[in-house]
């Protein structure tokens, strides 16, 4: 059991780090780390309790349902369960389970179930994570994952698709940067992620801009 802040800390970071030790790239220790990073540096100009922050950044992803038969109560609970464990106070484990609860993209469409400024900074660290120089290589990296083209002149980005067509959909990685990627900008949460996520959606233009330049044989 924790006795103090960076004891609790240094615990959840060991846990994870095991929890995640046979995970795939897109979302490995190496994600967790980058949100963990970002969200204490967005939680520092937010008026947030950090403890709550930290814990769900760490914790967000320790099962993810695209491997788990597209169980999503597996992570809060597996979550809650390591906290008890560690007697964090109820009021805050009860708090960061709602937040990886309802914290993934789809919720975000959806009416907001729960909300919290905590919330907010976890999940603008978590988007700013598929943004900008990070944020492409993972959409390769997943692509690559599923074997996908990188990119199809004829196969134009769909915005129209469910969940179930998207997840099912052999649409080259490219596509991803229209479908969702350059959409993360406008549902930044805090001041500081919309900053940070202006940022990296110039670089994602950029970007694009080179490779369709790229595509056609530069001159
Ligand atoms: P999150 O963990 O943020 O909910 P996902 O599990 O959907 O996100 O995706 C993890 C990473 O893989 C992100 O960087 C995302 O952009 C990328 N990714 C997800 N779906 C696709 C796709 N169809 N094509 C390319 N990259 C994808
Ligand atoms: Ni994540």
Redesign the pocket.
């Known amino acids: 059991m924790a006795n103090n802040h960076s004891e609790l800390i240094g615990i959840t970071t060991a846990f994870v780090q095991q929890e995640l030790a046979e995970a795939e790239g897109?979302?490995d220790w190496w994600?967790i780390y980058r949100v963990w990073q970002q969200a204490r540096h967005i939680a520092a100009e937010e008026n947030v309790d950090l403890v709550v922050v930290e814990l769900a950044a760490l914790l967000h992803?320790i099962a993810?349902p695209?491997f788990h038969g597209g169980d999503e109560s597996i992570g809060p609970a597996k979550a809650a369960a390591f906290m008890r464990a560690q007697a964090v106070p109820e009021e805050t484990a009860w708090h960061v389970e709602n937040i990886i609860r309802y914290m993934?993209?789809k919720n975000a469409l959806e009416k907001r179930v729960f909300y919290s400024p905590e919330m907010g900074v976890v999940q603008d660290a978590?988007?700013l994570?598929?943004m900008g120089a990070?944020?492409i290589a993972?959409?390769?990296?997943?692509?690559g994952f599923?074997n996908?083209a990188l990119y199809d002149p004829a196969v134009a980005p769909n915005l129209q698709m469910s969940k179930e067509e998207?997840k099912h959909?052999s649409?080259p990685?490219i596509?991803?940067f229209y479908?969702?990627?350059l959409l993360l900008k406008d549902m930044m949460n805090t001041a500081t992620g919309r900053r940070l996520a202006a940022e990296r959606h110039a670089y994602m233009e950029t970007y694009l801009e080179r490779f369709y330049k790229e595509w056609e044989g530069e001159w």
């Open positions: 897109g979302h994600h992803d993810d695209k993934s993209f978590d988007r994570d598929a990070i944020g993972r959409a390769f990296n997943y692509g599923k996908r998207y959909s649409a990685t596509n991803h479908e969702k990627l």
